[in-house]
DNA sequence: GTGAAAGCGCTAACAG
DNA sequence: CTGTTAGCGCTTTCAC
């Protein structure tokens, strides 16, 4: 419950903008001398401009005495291609684009501190396109490149477009999509194997006794593909235990955040019959539950087990710390980029590929208790 | 503490890579038609290519008449200027880049999320780099344009730089700096009244008859200017109101990161007169104190009230919620971007400016208590 | 208000 | 292995 701050205790600065003109004593017009040019250079070195080019992009064919030259001259101009002559010459930006529905969101930007060093290191540079889910923006994204902006590939999560919406994709884009391919599809696609992760979650429940077990987060929409694999391994879980879905213990939720998490829960703890374990289908819609279990005087998971998925920062320093799946987002994110980087540099003349990357279930103190330390 | 997974529970699938080759069964060969040019509508407009440039452009002086002719010409065509082309001919990328110590740290990520929009609706893109607060990296970002990188300008939050250091840069980089200016310099600074913030939440916890009050995330060193501002308002708070300082209350941490919050308040608690109250430097500082706290089986805010700084969304959805200092993110992110490109339009030439944006002091459970709903 | 033409600085055939 | 040369597709002075 958020206290509004009352006026009494707000403390409000105005807008203010103070322009103190710092009145720069050294204002001696500098002659305003032109970036030396790859010309420059090949003049100063006594080669041609292809030369001086090939010993810039690190070319193997170049004769060591030349190269030294050229060197030398780089050094003596200070000269540094001019990256968007470059870009024309060459038909290629150095860019790639990541498109995620929400930066602030841990796993998406967990993942993205893995991409983009990887990409980084190959020599590509990342534009972060945040969709907040839209369909129609999302659509648009992969339609055509919009305006404005220069990539060579993109690797993108949808969320508001269903598989199939995929297919109406700018063919010539080099695309690696996030997630398990859930039908056919004719890109790449990166992700775990979600069914047998959320299979395993259950199976870590069920392992521990627990008998009526929750699922937070279903979304039986065409556009819920990754939230319906988490169900089925939910069922397959159930099945292979011999125990009875109760399918009013799978909860619906239209996203994956804390507040869906902590208003399923309520709506779980009204009941007569409370489930005794909560398998959340992210590590938010986890902590949200976990919040308004507590907030009801219950304790984790003595009263109520709660398990999540993502594994992210957030659930590893929560009170309890909170049980997950973790998927290896390192691999993720170096699949995704390396095959992007291949797809591109192959003229976008490749098959689709699924790659499935591994992950691991990490039982914590939400599932199992404190553990003391020895 | 983290159980760490054992093989029994431990489901990892191999890195498999199943390559479905998907035998693309129209695999016709596309004639690979070249993308039209602004020339090429030009020609079938029967205008030259400067008026095309000039509707794509939306320039005011054209006739309405050829208008409508060279954007039917760009309908029936397709046409999507080259963005490449165009940057090598103005000059310039239409991007700007942003520089912040981590891309998941709670506070950089929301400042990102309005920072982007704004950009985008200005037309720029916006390029982010992540330095992990590392002097080197940060040094060389401002000191010249890194090679393979095309910005027009650079918004910059510096962690392992002092403001000092800012001068060194490139001084042709339009430059705008978050932080508030606790020195001299040249350029654009954006932030918040550090002093006055630190100062009104320390108000805040004595209003409430706190007496002996930590402070968690002093940096008593050159680059911790930021965290030196806070420390300056929370001793004015104490003089404000006749409280002597106990300058073994105020807790130097290495970061602002939760765990730091959570080892500082392990020694404080560890005291023989622990403090009634905690001001923290970040909200993730107060995550990781509150956390110790309930670990220690006392009570927040009962037993030690703590307030925050940032107002990220974890802690508004913590247990307790946390009481903190909230920035005008969207205030911060629109004023520096807005800077920032009036720098860039103006070839640099700007005198620096101070641009001091809002706060407010926003009291949550983790100071006063939960709040019965009416 | 629109046309003509000269680059922007680099890459990449094509020679040699 | 290196020189020559023609663009990449757009913007932008300069005239008309």
């Given at each position: 419950m958020q206290v509004v701050c009352s006026a009494a205790i707000v403390s409000a600065n105005i807008f203010s903008t103070t322009s103190?003109?710092?009145?720069?004593?050294?204002?001696t017009e500098v002659p305003e001398l032109p970036e030396p040019t790859l010309k420059d250079v090949a003049a100063l070195a006594g080669v041609s401009p292809r030369t001086v080019s090939n010993v810039v992009n690190g070319y193997?064919?170049?004769?060591a005495a030349t190269r030294a030259k050229v060197e030398a001259a780089i050094q003596e101009l200070d000269y540094r291609p001019n990256i968007l002559a470059r870009n024309l010459a060459s038909g290629r930006s150095g860019q790639i684009a990541v498109v995620i529905p929400?930066?602030?969101?841990p796993y998406f930007s967990e993942l993205l501190q893995a991409i983009i060093p990887r990409a980084r290191h190959r020599g590509f540079n990342v534009l972060i396109d945040q969709t907040d889910g839209d369909p129609a923006h999302e659509a648009e994204l992969i339609r055509r490149r919009p305006r404005g902006f220069a990539y060579d590939g993109m690797i993108f999560s949808p969320l508001?477009?269903?598989?199939?919406?995929?297919?109406?994709?700018?063919?010539?884009l080099p695309l690696v999509v996030l997630g398990e391919r859930s039908s056919d599809g004719e890109f790449d696609h990166v992700g775990i194997d979600d069914v047998a992760a959320a299979r395993d979650a259950v199976d870590h429940l069920i392992s521990l006794g627990h008998r009526r077990i929750a699922a937070i987060g279903d979304q039986?929409?065409?556009?819920?593909e990754a939230a319906q694999r988490r169900t089925a391994g939910y069922r397959q879980a159930h099945e292979h235990a011999g125990l009875p879905v109760d399918?009013?213990?799978?909860i619906v939720t239209p996203r994956f955040n804390r507040v869906d998490g902590a208003e399923a829960m309520g709506h779980l703890l009204d009941?007569?019959?409370?489930?005794?374990?909560v398998f959340a289908y992210s590590d938010l819609v986890a902590l949200g539950a976990i919040r308004t279990i507590l907030q009801r005087?219950?304790?984790?998971?003595?009263?109520v087990a709660v398990i999540g998925y993502d594994d992210i920062e957030d659930g590893r320093y929560n009170t309890p710390t909170v049980s997950t799946i973790a998927p290896d987002k390192a691999g993720i994110a170096a699949a995704a980029v390396d095959r992007l980087l291949e797809r591109i540099d192959s003229g976008n003349d490749l098959p689709g590929k699924e790659i499935v990357c591994p992950y691991r279930l990490v039982p914590r103190?939400?599932?199992?208790g404190p553990v003391t330390p020895d």
């Open positions: 103190r003109d710092d009145p720069s004593p050294a204002d193997v064919h170049v004769a929400y930066l602030d969101t508001g477009l269903a598989q199939a919406d995929l297919s109406q994709r700018d063919p010539d039986p929409y065409r556009t819920g399918d009013s213990l799978v009941r007569e019959d409370p489930p005794t374990a005087g219950l304790r984790v998971p003595e009263d103190e939400s599932t199992v």
